[in-house]
């Protein structure tokens, strides 16, 4: 799966990526739309990673759906 996809299934996404990163809160969840930027930024925010770690948590996450 790609990160296309996985926008265009946003709503169905939303509860994989709150059982991956589950600090973030379900409005958290909603303002990113399924923006990848957008959800890296609050991974990055919310657990304290750096860029690099945070895009490839998104990118591990894509790879196991």
Do not use: C, P
Not at 7 to 19: A, F, H, P, T, Y
Not at 50 to 57: D, F, G, Y
């Amino acid at each position: 799966m790609n990160w296309d996809q996985v926008q265009g299934k946003w709503k169905e996404m939303k509860g994989n990526v709150q059982s991956k990163w589950g600090e973030l809160s379900d409005d958290e969840v909603d303002e990113v739309q399924g923006d990848r930027t957008a959800l890296e930024g609050k991974i990055q925010h919310k657990y304290g990673k750096t860029k690099e770690q945070a895009k490839r948590e998104v990118d591990e996450f894509i790879d196991s759906l």
